[in-house]
């Protein structure tokens, strides 16, 4: 049986080999029986019009005719391309960065595309929040305002209150009240009050005004005189503590329950 030139070993079927084209010698085919570098082997197997002469041929010989039998160069990065092979690989690998190159620009369109609809998105954000803000600032000041507005006017309901209670206390002090005069149409209701004022020991001259009020409660409603002087209103006070009128003093023909005025100051 065949045995490897190199190695001796016994060369069957299964392993491939290697003949060189001077001496015919057979080795496997390997990096440690041919010389030859895993690219220059891998060549060597892909091309079909390359020959290879063993290393003593090599020393033998003035020239060489295959470019494989040059030094090793397999530390050394660079392409190899034999003559007739299907594949180049210089071409093959700036294919592939060009492929590549263009899927990263893709990406890059397709990232760029995002940050630009993301970036618009966030301009319309701030100019809606920019217009809120401005909003709520004008609502903040017509609040401001309408509170203001409502301090005064709560200001001024005060003082007009208060006015009204010194009016009333002025309409107070030149006015007496008299009670438990009936109610009546045929009633000469001032010259009754003339004639309560004159049994109060008061002059009947300085009777201004006589008013009926409404009632507070059933029954007649009290009776209203202004005076003139202010002496002479506290005379009726201090006169109507003392002195005790009925209706029917004042007017014999009344019948039923007497009805007892009575003065006080309102």
């Not at 041929?57 to 160069?73: E, H, I, M």
């Not at 890059?108 to 995002?114: F, G």
């Not at 002479?232 to 329950?257: F, H, V, Y």
Request: aromatic share 4%; net charge positive.
């Amino acid at each position: 049986m065949a045995k490897c030139h190199n190695c001796n070993k016994i060369i069957n079927k299964k392993c491939p080999v290697l003949e060189c084209s001077r001496c015919q010698k057979v080795v496997h085919i390997t990096s440690a029986c041919t010389g030859l570098s895993t690219k220059q082997l891998a060549a060597l197997k892909a091309a079909d019009n390359l020959e290879w002469t063993c290393n003593d041929c090599n020393l033998n010989s003035s020239r060489r005719k295959s470019f494989l039998t040059l030094a090793d160069y397999e530390d050394e990065d660079y392409d190899i391309s034999a003559p007739g092979t299907n594949y180049d690989l210089k071409k093959l690998l700036q294919d592939l960065k060009k492929e590549v190159s263009n899927i990263v620009t893709q990406e890059m369109r397709s990232v760029t595309t995002a940050v630009q609809y993301c970036s618009e998105k966030v301009d319309e954000f701030a100019l809606s929040m920019d217009a809120l803000t401005g909003k709520i600032k004008e609502m903040e000041k017509k609040i401001t305002h309408l509170d203001n507005e409502n301090k005064f006017c709560l200001l001024k309901i005060q003082t007009v209150e208060q006015r009204n209670a010194e009016l009333e206390q002025q309409l107070m002090g030149d006015h007496v009240e008299v009670s438990g005069i009936p109610d009546s149409n045929d009633l000469d209701l001032p010259k009754l009050v003339e004639s309560v004022i004159v049994r109060l020991d008061a002059p009947k001259e300085d009777i201004i005004s006589v008013k009926r009020l409404p009632s507070r409660r059933t029954g007649s409603g009290p009776v209203l005189v202004r005076i003139r002087q202010e002496s002479t209103r506290q005379r009726l006070i201090s006169s109507a503590r003392n002195i005790q009128i009925t209706a029917k003093d004042l007017m014999p023909s009344l019948s039923g329950r007497d009805h007892q005025p009575a003065k006080r100051s309102t």
